[in-house]
């Protein structure tokens, strides 16, 4: 496994932005690039859902509610993950989580609360 930290969360307004980053500060850059890396949220008293991931081959998969606004992106070299967030809306209000997956591992990090709100 290894260990995850997002950041950048925070309170917008509808219509605003925002860019989460994921990064994994104890992990080698050879171990990194092994995992597969996506974003997961989880709204009050809903469950966790897809956000947007790379897949194996290295695409991407962006949910429905999702596509057209939010792009996954990454850079290997400062074994970081990003997620751009435009146009949000109150209903993306959620805890927001980077997974990475190798196989049958998974790593989560701890989560970044975004609130969407006037």
């Known amino acids: 496994q290894v260990r995850l930290v997002e950041s950048g969360g925070g309170l917008v307004q509808p219509g605003g932005s925002l860019r989460l980053s994921c990064a994994a500060p104890?992990?080698?850059?050879?171990?990194?690039?092994?995992?597969?890396m996506g974003w997961y949220r989880q709204a009050p008293g809903k469950q966790r859902e897809l956000v947007a991931t790379?897949?194996?081959?290295?695409?991407?998969n962006y949910a429905d509610a999702v596509k057209g606004r939010f792009t996954i992106s990454k850079n290997n070299s400062r074994k970081t993950v990003y997620l751009q967030m435009n146009s949000l809306k109150p209903e993306d209000t959620a805890v927001y989580y980077c997974r990475g997956a190798d196989g049958s591992r998974v790593s989560w990090g701890q989560g970044t609360q975004v609130t969407v709100s006037s």
């Open positions: 104890g992990t080698i850059l050879s171990t990194f690039t092994l995992y597969t």
């Open positions: 790379f897949t194996s081959a290295g695409g991407t």
